[in-house]
């Protein structure tokens, strides 16, 4: 059973930075490319950061430069470094394999505001 747990979420001022994990279980991870999705409510789930197997990385423009995923497969962990945050990143942040499972953990709330 795929169970994807995000975490490290919180309120932080423009400018701020958070690092989110999440904590994959239920299949073999390492063989999987994994995403970092956003999604504010009334709008479509956001693609915000790519990492293939092999470590290669893919951003959108919004975040490019901002935004590092990164992934321990000993671990079994995905993380997402937000540095320069900016009141447009406000949403609720999941992962999931690129392409997704049908199962989704139940995100991370990220709030930026002064």
């Known amino acids: 059973q795929v169970q994807l747990v995000e975490s490290g979420g919180g309120l932080v001022q423009p400018g701020g930075s958070l690092r989110l994990s999440c904590v994959c279980s239920?299949?073999?991870?390492?063989?999987?490319?994994m995403k970092w999705y956003r999604q504010v409510p009334g709008k479509e789930r956001e693609k915000v950061a790519t990492i293939a197997t092999g470590g290669s990385t893919y951003y959108p423009d919004s975040v490019e430069g901002r935004f590092t995923i990164s992934r321990d497969n000993a671990e079994k962990t995905l993380y997402l470094q937000m540095n320069n945050l900016k009141p447009e990143d406000t949403a609720v942040y999941y992962c999931?394999?690129?392409?997704?499972?049908?199962?989704w953990g139940q995100g991370t709330q990220v709030t930026v505001s002064s």
């Open positions: 239920g299949f073999n991870f390492d063989v999987f490319a």
């Open positions: 999931n394999a690129a392409v997704p499972f049908t199962s």
